[in-house]
């Protein structure tokens, strides 16, 4: 378990809060973007952080996602360079990170290698879409030796068995998928999907915490999934608002700027 996720969890609930959670493609919008983003989303308010390890194929996301990554690759935003950006971005804030990625990249860099570097460079947990719990005891051994955080994804199609499942091997919280499909903002969450049935499920069966993402873009939405959950993921919708910025201060300003928005009814973040 991570010290600064249970402590994150132990504050939220002490101030009887709901997480929220910016999504960021490191060095995007432009080259030098990832420190500045991070500094201003922790300034604004961020109680976990999630930054996306890009990939020529990532399957979970949609097209606002995946050409965000295709910027992030052509500026060079390698795992060596994301490392470097969270250690630095250590060194003013104890906000947890989680590293959202593919496994691809992980096998070529070295899955032990990149766990110990991720792990001392101050990354608390790893999200792995394409890693099916059922092929993930070799990765996630690495995880638990290294002390990072495993986040499972569960979906809709889970039945109530697999919620479980996947609930138990969550470290320290489960992240919900609101919807069938990529990643991408819209105007209705779930996109008409039943999102209330399924984490009605969830509530049934998991017995630790569970965040929601996909599809989440407005103050609306993070007020109706904390009314579900214990946390709120908004990523597609923080990259659009970023993607015009020309330079890393002008991006900073954005994500911040977007994160402000995002309070429900004016509560406090």
């Given at each position: 378990m991570s010290d600064r996720i249970r402590r994150r969890w132990e504050v939220?609930?002490?101030?009887?809060?709901?997480a929220l959670i910016p999504y960021i493609t490191p060095e995007f919008p432009v080259r030098g973007a990832t420190l500045p983003v991070l500094q201003s989303l922790a300034k604004q308010g961020s109680d976990?952080?999630?930054?996306?390890?890009?990939?020529?194929?990532?399957?979970?996301?949609?097209?606002?996602?995946?050409?965000?990554?295709?910027?992030?690759?052509?500026?060079?935003?390698?795992?060596p360079h994301i490392l470097a950006a969270i250690r630095e971005f250590r060194a003013s804030s104890e906000i947890p990170v989680l590293l959202m990625g593919y496994v691809n990249?992980?096998?070529?860099?070295?899955?032990?290698?990149?766990m110990q570097e991720s792990a001392a460079a101050g990354v608390d947990g790893l999200i792995?879409?394409?890693?099916?719990?059922?092929?993930?005891?070799?990765i996630s051994a690495s995880m638990r030796k290294a002390g990072l955080s495993m986040v499972c994804l569960i979906a809709?199609?889970?039945?109530?068995?697999?919620?479980?499942?996947?609930?138990?091997?969550?470290?320290?919280?489960?992240?919900?998928?609101?919807?069938?499909?990529?990643?991408?903002?819209?105007?209705?969450?779930g996109s008409g999907q039943n999102v209330e049935s399924f984490l009605r499920r969830v509530q049934m069966n998991a017995k630790k915490k569970y965040v929601v993402g996909f599809g989440i873009s407005?103050?609306?939405?993070?007020?109706?999934?904390?009314?579900?959950?214990?946390?709120?993921?908004?990523?597609?919708?923080?990259?659009?608002?970023?993607?015009?910025?020309?330079?890393?201060?002008?991006?900073?300003?954005?994500?911040?700027?977007?994160l402000s928005s995002l309070r429900p009814n004016g509560a406090s973040l």
């Open positions: 939220l609930s002490k101030e009887h809060r709901k976990f952080i999630e930054v996306g390890v890009p990939f020529s194929d990532p399957i979970a996301d949609g097209p606002t996602i995946q050409g965000s990554s295709e910027v992030a690759l052509r500026n060079g935003a390698t795992i990249p992980i096998l070529r860099y070295g899955v032990d290698r990149f792995l879409p394409d890693v099916p719990p059922e092929e993930s005891s070799d809709p199609t889970s039945s109530d068995e697999r919620i479980r499942t996947l609930d138990n091997l969550s470290t320290d919280f489960s992240y919900c998928v609101s919807l069938t499909g990529v990643s991408g903002a819209r105007d209705k969450l407005s103050a609306a939405h993070v007020g109706e999934v904390w009314r579900m959950a214990d946390g709120a993921v908004v990523g597609s919708a923080l990259i659009k608002a970023m993607s015009g910025a020309g330079d890393p201060a002008e991006a900073a300003a954005a994500a911040g700027t977007f």
